[in-house]
């Protein structure tokens, strides 16, 4: 015999909907009962929307249980406040929200079991796995919008510091969604953005191309607005375009991406975007995002998330046959394929897509993509073949002469010969960077020629006539950075004073290219700077053994030590001491890397001898220093030349982080 025990007390503490108890009947016969089912089944259900909330006040004073119980049933969706819902959801389209289940998984098994109401049209299968369509699986966000129009009601609780940090976020939550969708430019400073977008990075890397914003959501929409506001800031002309509500003048270009930035984070950190591939397209924009401290690791933190996004959908493993969207899929899935190459050359990060875990549908379509797209895949495959030869247990062999294919091939085989003169440059640049670090030599060597000349050449177009037109993305202070650190190699360990000689003239045209781009790049700007610092010091040591050689002329010539040599002499002595006080600053500014920017704005407030080189070296300069160190055996023994090597050997190490907080 069953005893039924009545333990739902208001509520608190239910696992389980409870069954309906037996009839008298069908009690005292002993037999299941299924009146009490019919009648309930048969009366019309109360609708959430129909049945009333409890207030913040009246769920307080049921226990900290019926809080959490109460917040938690609200976390997801939304807080209520004095207002009905002023708008409904708009209808789920077909290819949204998809989610792709391998057959690994246990759960692949359950749902091909199990029996689904609406049949198992929304369910498309797959030689490894299968797709659940929206309509399986609804989002709890979908159910319930907010309105961006109400007013948000705050209890007393949270006014009196009282609350705790559930009740707190979801009070907030309306207001910090309204706060997340005002920062944005008005409609007119949009356009702006998004036309130079579309017109320079959108060809090259097609992540929102022919982008549905029709079927989006109001929050959707307006982070991927606010993502290409990011984006096409970067690009110096753009600098009278950045405007944002309730500012009166045009922001400086980092306020304004950080702006952007931190009101994207919000919008993802809090769940306000739903759409799986929105999410991923988000992300993949923020990791284009390097204006903080730590960039690598907050780019790899949102590449990795977009992959977990694409892996998510499946787009790996193709798209359902017969379904609407094969073709974005694909063009998507590239994108983030390409994103995973970059993150782990400029990052040092290990890729995570692999050649084994795609469909071969999927690696066929490199061909039906656009051609600017399709040269952009080929440089990454180059550049996915040069990561090979860094990873551990790989025989170290000398490619520095090998390149199978030329820039002029790849794009004649892509089909980009009428590609604009901007396009085609930055990707050159993309290009000679993978040159330059496929070339992997053990031991201390100078650069060889062939990354010599594409260090030269990479200098060449950041600062021709192609730079007013280049794009303005990641790959551009790579790139830069890459030839800098070709130019140090072959500053630090060739034994040819002439070759030293147009090594220093390399690096030093280099410098001035990386702080051109410091106003967009914080990585620009930190190498900029520690390229800066190696400068001052070899104009130290150049100014040192200037005032050596006049001592020793002077004494050999058998001149008296007058009052005149005496002042002079001791001014030089002047000289090198404020010299090393400006060298021992900087340093101590590089090892916090403040954010101002370097530019020629910038140079009159910084110190004497860090604005740049004000010495003309010597043409013999680089000749008289024996031995493997060369000058920098003269460098200051306080000056860390172990931490500009290691940075600069690690900007041609694919497999090493590029540099740490803690080296700069």
């Known amino acids: ?42 009366s019309s259900p109360e609708l959430p929307s129909d049945r009333p909330l409890p207030s913040i006040s009246e769920t307080s004073a049921g226990g900290p249980g019926l809080i959490s119980r109460t917040i938690s049933q609200d976390n997801f969706s939304q807080h209520r406040d004095t207002q009905p819902f002023a708008r409904q959801t708009q209808p789920p389209t077909n290819n949204a929200h998809v989610r792709f289940v391998a057959d690994l998984s246990p759960e692949s098994a359950f749902i091909i079991n199990a029996k689904h109401p609406l049949g198992d049209g929304n369910i498309s299968k797959h030689g490894v796995g299968l797709w659940l369509g929206q309509e399986h699986e ?15 009601v705050v209890p ?14 979801s009070t907030l939550r309306p207001a910090l969604r309204r706060e997340c969708m005002a920062t944005l430019p008005a409609d007119c400073q949009v356009a702006v953005l998004m036309d130079l977008y579309y017109e320079k990075i959108d060809p090259i890397f097609p992540l929102l191309s022919q982008e549905p914003w029709e079927k989006h959501g109001t929050m959707e929409t307006i982070a991927l607005k606010q993502c290409i506001c990011l984006i096409a800031s970067l690009d110096p002309i753009m600098a009278p375009h950045l405007r944002l509500p309730h500012t009166d003048q045009v922001l400086p270009q980092q306020e304004f991406r950080a702006r952007i930035a931190a009101a994207v984070k919000q919008a993802l950190d809090l769940g306000f975007i739903t759409d799986e591939i ?36 499946g787009f790996h493993v193709g798209w359902p046959d017969g379904k609407a969207g094969g073709e974005r899929s694909r063009r998507l899935f590239w994108c983030i394929w390409v994103l995973d190459r970059l993150n782990a050359a ?44 860094y990873r551990p247990g790989t025989m170290l062999q000398d490619q520095s002469g090998k390149v199978d294919d030329t820039f002029e091939g790849l794009v004649e085989a892509s089909g980009a010969q009428n590609l604009g003169n901007g396009m085609l440059a930055s990707l050159e640049l993309f290009y000679l960077s993978v040159v330059i670090i496929r070339g992997r030599s053990a031991g201390h060597r100078p650069s060889s020629e062939l990354q010599w000349f594409c260090a030269t050449r990479i200098v060449a177009v950041a600062s021709g006539e192609f730079k007013s037109c280049l794009v303005f993305w990641p790959v551009l202070p790579y ?35 990386l702080e051109d781009l410091s106003q967009a790049f914080f990585s620009a700007r930190a190498m900029a700077r520690l390229a800066m610092d190696t400068m001052q010091e070899v104009e130290r040591v150049a100014a040192e053994r200037t005032r050596r050689a006049s001592m020793r002329i002077m004494d050999g010539a058998g001149t008296p030590t007058t009052e005149e040599n005496t002042i002079s002499h001791t001014q030089h002595s002047q000289t090198s001491e404020t010299m090393d006080q400006a060298q021992q600053q900087h340093q101590h500014q590089l090892h916090g890397l403040p954010s101002q920017p370097l530019g020629p704005d910038t140079a009159s407030h910084m110190p004497p001898g860090l604005a740049g080189p004000s010495h003309q070296l010597d043409a013999n300069f680089f000749g008289g220093f024996d031995g493997e160190a ?35």
């Open 479 to 513: 790139s830069v950075t890459v030839a800098a650190s070709a130019a140090y190699r072959s500053l630090r360990n060739s034994p040819m004073p002439y070759t030293r000689r147009r090594a220093y003239k390399l690096f030093q045209d280099s410098c001035e290219v």
């Open 630 to 664: 060369g000058i920098f055996g003269n460098f200051d023994p306080n000056f860390d030349l172990g931490r500009v090597d290691a940075i600069f050997s690690a900007n041609l190490d694919p497999s090493a982080p590029p540099f740490m907080e803690r080296w700069a």
């Open 156 to 169: 007393a609780e949270v006014l009196d510091g009282s609350a705790g940090q559930l009740l707190l976020l």
């Open 278 to 313: 929105v999410l991923m397209q988000v992300c993949t924009l923020m990791s284009m995002y390097v204006e903080k401290q730590g960039f690598g690791e907050l780019s790899t933190y949102y590449c990795a998330q977009a992959i977990l996004h694409e892996q998510t959908l």
């Open 346 to 389: 400029t990052n040092g990060r290990p890729t995570v897509i692999h050649r084994s875990d795609m469909d071969r549908k999927v690696i066929e379509s490199v061909e039906d993509q656009p051609p600017p797209f399709k040269l952009l895949i080929r440089i990454a495959q180059f550049l996915d073949h040069t990561i090979s030869l």
């Open 138 to 152: 609804a989002r709890p966000s979908e159910l319930a919008p907010e309105d961006e129009t109400r007013v948000t």
């Open 1 to 42: 015999m069953f005893k039924f025990v009545q333990d739902n007390v208001n509520g608190v503490g239910t696992k389980r909907k409870l069954g309906a108890g037996p009839c008298d009947t069908c009690k005292r016969r002993h037999k299941r009962c299924s009146h009490n089912e019919a009648r309930r089944m048969s």
